[in-house]
């Protein structure tokens, strides 16, 4: 009973966190990263709050040659009621794992992108028929070395998006986490990104009415992979409480996404990613 509420509870928080965020950012963090700060708890006993505040550097959408300075945040709740659950909520991306396993993840994710309408490249900025997206989905995987500040897990995101049915995406990563030494704590994603149709066409796709206004060309976007993207984080304790999160990723835009006049012509398939975090673990 106790779980089940506290599970119903953190999902909830972290759903009308997405939707706080949904109003404040405005850059779209593709690239998911984790921004763990070491465990204090002892399994079991006690519930881990963690904040963040800090800044990225980021391209204002996916695929844009223009990048700018935004705030991060990080708010991360673990050892729920075991030492591997947790929920998290990373600038524009929700996390979680709610299976009480050493091995087996399941959980909730979601991420939020916004529309183009703040922009900095006039051309792309006059796309209107672009919706904003909120994904929401699962997340499934299994972790081969468990343990409290290391994996080496294969997951899955499956997610779509619930503000206006623009279709979703599939997300296969490999993610590897490690001390490299007493305080510090490295962790790295390798992963690539399939998109429906749906997806491709909201996101990529430029029709007459916007080729019009715009003066880019019209591009149909089918399904297929769109991303592949590598990341990493180091995060380094400097006190019981306090850490420090640098985190940078590199993505690749693929296929119809890169082919699209928003990135061929006015952007770029190279996607850089940068940004430090202050952590404090209550």
Do not use: C
Not at 69 to 92: A, D, K, M, Q
Not at 123 to 152: A, C, H, M, N, S
Not at 232 to 237: D, E
């Amino acid at each position: 009973m106790r779980a089940s509420s506290t599970i119903a509870g953190l999902v909830g928080v972290g759903l009308v966190a997405m939707a706080g965020t949904a109003i404040a950012q405005t850059v779209d963090l593709t690239t998911p990263v984790e921004t763990p700060a070491p465990e204090t708890a002892e399994p079991g006993t006690k519930l881990s709050v963690t904040v963040g505040l800090g800044a990225a550097f980021a391209p204002d959408y996916e695929g844009s040659d223009d990048a700018a300075f935004v705030p991060l945040w990080n708010l991360r709740l673990g050892n729920l009621y075991h030492p591997e659950t947790f929920v998290s909520i990373t600038g524009p991306q929700l996390r979680s794992n709610l299976v009480p396993s050493d091995h087996w993840r399941f959980g909730v994710s979601g991420r939020y992108l916004p529309d183009y309408e703040d922009v900095d490249d006039d051309k792309v900025q006059e796309l209107r028929d672009v919706d904003k997206t909120i994904l929401f989905g699962v997340t499934l995987g299994y972790d081969f070395v468990p343990g409290r500040q290391q994996d080496l897990a294969l997951e899955l995101d499956a997610q779509y998006d619930v503000a206006e049915g623009n279709g979703g995406i599939l997300t296969p990563r490999l993610r590897w986490r490690h001390p490299l030494a007493q305080r510090l704590l490295f962790e790295s994603t390798l992963q690539a990104s399939w998109a429906d149709e749906d997806y491709m066409e909201n996101r990529f796709g430029i029709g007459g009415g916007d080729a019009d206004r715009s003066g880019l060309d019209t591009h149909d976007a089918d399904e297929g992979f769109k991303n592949a993207s590598v990341s990493g984080s180091l995060t380094y304790q400097l006190s019981q409480k306090l850490s420090l999160t640098g985190l940078a990723a590199f993505s690749r835009l693929l296929g119809d996404a890169e082919d699209s006049p928003i990135v061929d012509d006015q952007g770029s398939a190279n996607q850089l990613l940068g940004g430090v975090l202050l952590n404090y673990t209550f």
